[in-house]
């Protein structure tokens, strides 16, 4: 069993940022995969990030890269979402997942987060 909080989460101004962390407990957070999912209000949730067990390979939703930036930080058993250049289109809740692999897909996601609300106004 592995349990996720997210933090980090709140207004912001379009054009600024904000860091969003995961932190794990449970079983050893090296072993897994994660992944940052947000929903917006009457959307289905979509796949934002996800970077390795090991932090050695990331992928990205074509609508973040560039601006948005995954790590870990796995002796501190925590995930961060670096996200720059915010946009009012980004506005969600965003949710920290555990998987195997990459979780692509919110079917790949074996653990979830509770999730935490970011705004970004015009």
């Known amino acids: 069993q592995v349990q996720l909080v997210e933090s980090g989460g709140g207004l912001v101004q379009a054009g600024g940022s904000l860091r969003l962390s995961c932190a794990a407990s449970g079983r050893t957070f090296d072993s897994y995969a994660m992944g940052w999912f947000r929903q917006a209000p009457g959307k289905e949730r979509e796949f934002v990030t996800g970077?390795?067990?090991?932090?050695?390979?990331?992928r990205y939703a074509d609508s973040v890269k560039g601006r948005f930036t995954i790590s870990r930080d796995n002796a501190k058993n925590t995930v961060y979402l670096q996200m720059n250049s915010l946009k009012p289109e980004d506005t969600a809740v965003y949710y920290c997942?555990?998987?195997?692999?990459?979780?692509?897909?919110?079917?790949?996601?074996?653990?979830w987060g509770q999730g935490t609300q970011v705004t970004v106004s015009s």
């Open positions: 997942a555990a998987g195997a692999a990459i979780p692509l897909f919110t079917s790949m996601a074996q653990y």
């Open positions: 970077i390795s067990w090991s932090g050695g390979r990331t």
